[in-house]
């Protein structure tokens, strides 16, 4: 139960933004105990790109809007109801705000054992408004099992678009097949495209996975040698990002990288990647699929299924659609 009541989501934003309004930052939520000891609130925090510091120092008026959700409910700010308030000259770089339980609409009691707890906020500066930060959660959503904590924001999105398959669905710890990876890929472009596509004959020995055929056909995966696929194997990161990355070209992304040795430059271990996925890495370090929080790339070593959820997830907000 602790661990469940300490959750805290942490991601970096990096989407686009309204009128040239970077949105908020480094945005987590975490629960908050009132004098009795009980949790009965959530504290946001999140940290000011430097057009705000610059505005605040200046004296000028720069809002925030928190928006959020119960579950699979709509957003609260679909309803006209946001929790707004105007940034103080000492929140100029970081910033903690209190929110109450019944603050949004569908807001009653804090119930984490049943709820997943959704939030996002934005910038309003005069008559221009930033977009959204990526959403953060802390709660519990059933319908994973042995999921991480840090994943159910992705999972429980992933898994209310249909993306991920049951099979997968059934240990989130353990780690991920070349066939499994390939059924989420082929499930997204499906889901997002709006389409079904028919396998046809496998061009592999070893598979006859639909999923893994209309992969071959669009040109994400290919195999391993000698006309196999190895269905069966554990994925590499490395291979992730490159499937991952020629994906992406259905999303309508270039699944190139811009400038490969800047962006594998925060990574020491960028070296240790094979000749072949070291531009697709690269790729998904420039749109931020990979894990905002690793500080290296373990190109060989093989992905969890959790991890694939948020992959999936970065990569279809790098593509706008999400």
């Known amino acids: 139960m602790a661990s469940i009541l300490t959750v805290l989501m942490l991601f970096t934003c990096t989407g686009a933004f ?25 504290e946001m925090a999140w940290q000011n790109p430097g057009w705000v510091q610059k505005k605040l120092s200046e004296g000028k008026v720069v809002s925030y809007e928190i928006d959020g959700k119960v579950n699979y409910k709509p957003w609260s700010s679909t309803k006209g109801q946001v929790l707004a308030g105007h940034l103080k000259k000492k929140e100029i770089k970081n910033v903690k705000i209190d929110i109450p339980s019944n603050a949004l609409a569908d807001f009653t009691s804090v119930d984490i054992k049943s709820n997943l707890y959704s939030f996002r906020v934005r910038y309003t500066c005069g008559k221009e408004t930033s977009a959204y930060s990526v959403p953060v959660a802390v709660g519990f959503r059933p319908g994973f099992s042995n999921a991480s904590e840090w994943s159910m924001e992705e999972l429980t999105s992933a898994g209310k678009n249909g993306f991920i398959p049951a099979s997968v669905k059934a240990d989130m710890k353990k780690d991920i097949t070349r066939q499994e990876f390939t059924e989420v890929i082929v499930r997204v472009y499906e889901k ?9 004959k496998s061009p592999f020995k070893d ?28 994925i590499t ?47 998904c ?12 790339l373990k190109p060989s070593e093989a992905i969890c299924r959790c991890e694939v959820a948020q992959m999936v997830w970065n990569l279809l907000a790098a593509a706008g659609e999400v």
């Open 18 to 42: 309204a009128a040239g309004y970077e949105n908020p930052q480094l945005v987590s939520v975490q629960l908050k105990k009132n004098a009795n000891g009980v949790y009965d609130r959530f």
């Open 192 to 200: 997002v495209s709006r389409v079904h596509l028919v396998a046809g």
């Open 207 to 234: 598979t006859n996975n639909e999923a893994v055929t209309i992969a071959s056909r669009l040109g994400i995966v290919s195999g391993t040698g000698n006309g196999k696929f190895n269905p069966q194997g554990a």
């Open 237 to 283: 990161r490395e291979q992730a990002a490159t499937m991952l990355a020629r994906a992406s070209k259905t999303l309508g992304l270039s699944g190139a990288a811009k400038d490969a040795d800047s962006a594998l430059k925060a990574y020491p271990d960028a070296q240790a990647a094979s000749s072949y996925a070291k531009d697709a890495l690269a790729f």
């Open 285 to 296: 370090a420039e749109h931020a699929i990979l894990e905002a929080d690793r500080t290296d």
